[in-house]
């Protein structure tokens, strides 16, 4: 249990940060080298690799080095590990949302009804 909390822990601090999410995303499209993951965000090399490795650490992408290329893929088994993890509280916020749902129309027919007396 322990490990899976740590790699749930490693995954949610890897999509913490907007620019690993968006080379995920790039990712999902096709393989890249760093350098492609780098230049939507204006970077050196070494700043991306500084991004990569923390997706290489919380299992998100693999890294295929070749003389200096380096090649990224996306790996998604640890996304979907996240995703169960959410879905276990899925229904916690569907019951909250429909509770709240239901007071709305309550409250607009309430208005309703006071602006036709």
Known sequence: MVEHSARLDAVFHALS?????????????RDCTIGELAT????????????VRVLERAGLLRRRIRGRIHQ????AERLAEADAWMRRYEHFWNDRLDTLEAL???EDTSRA???KD
Do not use: V
């Not at 940060?17 to 499209?29: S, V």
């Not at 965000?41 to 500084?50: L, Q, R, V």
């Not at 990224?72 to 790996?75: D, E, F, K, N, V």
């Open 72 to 75: 990224c893929r996306l790996q």
């Open 17 to 29: 940060d907007p620019t690993r999410r968006a080379m995920l995303g790039h990712l999902a499209e």
């Open 104 to 106: 709305l129309r309550a």
């Open 113 to 115: 009804k006071k602006q």
């Open 40 to 51: 939507p965000f204006s970077m050196s090399f070494a700043g991306a690799s500084k991004h």
